[in-house]
């Protein structure tokens, strides 16, 4: 991808431990997004986090964004089997709002 | 809370066959986007449109062509269709008041036999 890279490209944890997913991206941004998805299916919106916000919360989700280093992270705590996924960081520039892709980090949920 | 409809789910189709796509947004969302996403890639954006003008483009092949109608829903027609078109096609939709977020259908698979 042209902005983005995450890391890992998988991950695989205990149910009930936390997974952290790192995006990096190479030029300024507007907003930073993360998506989720099952294999093969849609994209579900999780949060946006803007150029000017370094921290964000949603249920178990956390993410942080460091505009200084071009990098944010997806914290998930106390992970589920149904967070097995592959998770996706978005970001797009001031006055241009398509949105560009990381390469994707799969995450895996063992029981 | 009413989601992007992306119709039809799953299309097959021969190589050189024209295939029409169709994205129903949020209601409210005045910014649709198409994206295609090839099998185990990152989607990749195509084109957008806001309030039924074409706002940008990205690598959307000449044979591929979109408009956005009166009621807001989108169309994306493919012809003369190839092998590497096959992939899922997603619909995004947002708000322009609200930071770009964008919300996404379930997606299109389109096959190309």
């Known amino acids: 991808s042209q902005q983005g890279e995450e890391d890992p490209q998988a991950l695989s944890i205990q149910e009930g431990e936390n997974a952290t997913m790192n995006c990096s991206y190479k030029?300024?941004?507007?907003?930073l997004q993360w998506y989720r998805q099952n294999s093969g299916r849609g994209l579900v919106h999780l949060i946006l986090?803007?150029?000017?916000?370094r921290e964000k919360h949603s249920g178990r989700l956390r993410v942080t964004l460091d505009t200084s280093k071009k990098s944010s992270s997806l914290l998930i705590t106390a992970s589920r089997a149904a967070d097995t996924a592959s998770y996706f960081c978005?970001?797009?520039?001031?006055?241009?709002?398509?949105?560009?892709f990381g390469t994707g980090t799969r995450l895996t949920i063992i029981p | 809370a009413a989601g992007v409809i992306q119709s039809p789910r799953h299309l097959i189709k021969e190589k050189r066959e024209t295939a029409t796509l169709k994205c129903y947004p949020i209601p409210r969302h005045d910014t649709v986007y198409w994206y295609q996403q090839g099998p185990g890639q990152d989607p990749q954006f195509l084109i957008s449109?806001?309030?039924?003008?074409?706002?940008d483009k990205g690598s959307i092949p000449d044979r591929f062509s979109a408009q956005q109608f009166s009621d807001y829903h989108s169309e994306l027609n493919m012809s003369s269709l190839e092998l590497g078109d096959s992939a899922l096609y997603f619909c995004?939709?947002?708000?322009?008041?609200?930071?770009?977020?964008?919300?996404f259908g379930p997606g299109t698979r389109l096959t190309v036999l």
């Open positions: 995004a939709s947002s708000q322009r008041t609200t930071y770009n977020e964008q919300f």
């Open positions: 449109f806001y309030e039924k003008m074409q706002s």
């Open positions: 986090i803007r150029s000017n916000e």
């Open positions: 978005a970001t797009d520039l001031f006055g241009n709002e398509k949105l560009t």
């Open positions: 030029t300024s941004i507007n907003n």
